[in-house]
């Protein structure tokens, strides 16, 4: 019996026959759906997936997750069913005529973690009704705080180049349960919502809708309406940050835009720097 989901009745299991019933549906773009109880990386998982051939729109969920890994490498573990883990499967440079979608240019694909924050400030906003924004490029604020992190992998081998989207939100754990002091969870901002069916169920239906409109007009962000989303999302344009670069170089100025590739443009100077990746540090 310890090891039962239904020990903890606070934080009841995910039904996998529920959410395929509700998700994988004729014209979705959903196409496989599993949980499971426990795993090291649902983005390694599926990134090996992806190398088999896993199609778009496979989705895997975990309970728990015990090796997971963010932006640079670093590790993130939580309590078994405490929030929720998930990845998926995009191959954003195929076609697909069915739906008239023309391929998007790799160049475009960091906007996918973009997109992936949206539908979580969506969700968490309606839903939870709290307040939430977000940090470039790929926390979820809540109330100021971390509730959530997006890590998207290109996977360039393969029968067809692919990239896994890993979201892990932070839903009902204690201020004890949490691996950093910024960090903080729905259940402890009082989010009206820490039920994690519905919250699954709304992020998948928000990031799919956002998926549509971005590949229908072959990932041209002004087109789609994902940058002006965006910016009504974005709790980092028009502040003055430190970016601290990933060769450990500082660049200290005003946040001003997102570009077609999804960088974050730093004014500093009189001079604009598009930053592809680096740690960011709200000034004011």
């Known amino acids: 019996m310890l090891d039962s989901p239904y020990t903890d009745l606070s934080r009841p299991p995910l039904s996998q026959a529920a959410l395929r019933r509700a998700v994988l549906r004729p014209g979705a773009l959903w196409t496989e759906l599993r949980v499971v109880r426990r795993t090291g990386s649902t983005n390694a998982d599926l990134v090996s997936a992806a190398r088999q051939g896993a199609a778009e729109g496979t989705v895997l969920i975990a309970e728990q997750q015990v090796a997971g890994r963010g932006r640079l490498d670093r590790t993130w573990e939580a309590p078994a ?5 998930l990845s998926i499967v995009l191959r954003p440079s195929e076609p697909v005529p069915a739906w008239d979608w023309p391929g998007v240019p790799s160049s475009r694909y960091g906007w996918l973690p973009l997109l992936a924050g949206v539908a979580l400030v ?3 906003r309606r839903l939870g009704e709290v307040d939430a924004g ?3 490029p790929n926390d979820l604020l809540v109330g100021g705080a971390k509730c959530a992190g997006i890590l998207a992998e290109v996977v360039p081998d393969g029968p067809d180049p692919a990239v896994v989207l890993g979201i892990g939100l932070n839903v009902s754990q204690h201020r004890e349960e949490l691996p950093r002091a910024d960090a903080t969870s729905l259940a402890i901002a009082e989010s009206a919502c820490v039920d994690r069916d519905p919250l699954l ?3 998948l239906r928000e990031f799919a809708d956002r998926y549509r409109d971005w590949r229908a007009t072959g990932g041209d962000p002004v087109a789609s309406g994902s940058r002006e989303r965006y910016f009504n999302c974005s709790d980092t344009l028009g502040r003055q940050v430190r ?10 100025g005003d946040a001003v835009d997102i570009d077609n590739q999804g960088r974050l443009v730093v004014a500093s100077g009189g001079d604009r720097t598009a930053v592809a990746a680096g740690d960011i540090v709200h000034l004011r």
Request: proline share 4%; aromatic share 4%.
């Open 81 to 85: 069913r405490a929030g929720l883990t």
């Open 122 to 124: 969506d969700v968490v």
């Open 134 to 136: 977000l940090k470039w």
């Open 201 to 203: 169920r709304a992020l």
């Open 243 to 252: 970016v601290l670069l990933p060769g450990g170089d500082d660049l200290v």
